[in-house]
């Protein structure tokens, strides 16, 4: 069936390093791509997406981009900042009707000043 | 300010007590979610919704049950039945189902047994 797999966490790091999270996915069709992001106590917030190969999806210096041959969508940031430190969710959808996002498990990332 | 609106925020189950956890958007959305979240599992899917009295169930909805009267609304009632109810609740909904739109989430329910 359709999964997502991230890689383990936690994640940390000092304040301006460069972040790498893995998301690899197996899907039917042509899945939309996602990242989420879930601060402490709160749901899950948008983070970028990607609906294509080759899209790359940018919000708040993070970056992804949909490689179809690898069926990745890494999530890259240059600099990390504290700010930062949450969970982090790749997702997928395969865009068919009766159908719901699939998530992976999570990253926690901690950043440290 | 348009949104997603769970309640409680916390809530405690004792044995054998069916609770139900609140679900309301005003973002006139068609679709809604409830998933699951226990730590290291990431979301998992109970029930969705895409329309006015219509529901399907997800990948854990064995000891859970919804109602979708409102467009508005889509409650959570977590039965007696469900052995293990300890867990962070996510509501979600979009506009469409299907389509690469993108999930609101509320702020969540953690729920706990007694």
């Known amino acids: 069936g359709d999964s997502v797999t991230q890689m383990e966490g936690p994640v940390t790091l000092s304040e301006e390093a460069f972040l790498t999270i893995n998301c690899t996915y197996t899907a039917t069709g042509y899945p939309s791509l996602f990242w989420y992001v879930q601060y402490p106590g709160e749901g899950l917030q948008l983070l970028l997406k990607a609906t294509k190969a080759d899209d790359k999806g940018s919000n708040k210096g993070f970056e992804a981009t949909y490689r179809k041959e690898t069926t990745s969508f890494h999530l890259e940031k240059g600099s990390v900042q504290v700010s930062d430190s949450a969970v982090y969710f790749c997702a997928l959808n395969v865009n068919q009707a009766g159908t719901a996002l699939i998530f992976g498990k999570g990253t926690t990332l901690s950043v440290s000043s | 300010d348009g949104g997603i609106t769970q309640s409680p925020k916390y809530l405690f189950r004792k044995e054998g007590q069916n609770v139900t956890l609140s679900c309301e958007q005003n973002l006139n959305h068609d679709a809604m979610y409830w998933y699951r979240q226990d730590p290291g599992q990431g979301l998992r899917l109970i029930y969705y919704?895409?329309?006015?009295?219509?529901?399907q169930k997800g990948d854990i909805a064995e000891g859970y049950s919804v109602s979708r009267e409102k467009k508005e609304s889509f409650p959570l009632t977590v039965t007696s039945a469900q052995k293990n109810p300890t867990a962070f609740y996510l509501c979600?909904?979009?506009?469409?189902?299907?389509?690469?739109?993108?999930?609101?989430f509320g702020s969540g329910t953690q729920l706990s047994v007694l």
């Open positions: 919704s895409q329309i006015v009295n219509d529901f």
């Open positions: 979600a909904s979009s506009t469409t189902q299907g389509t690469n739109e993108k999930l609101f």
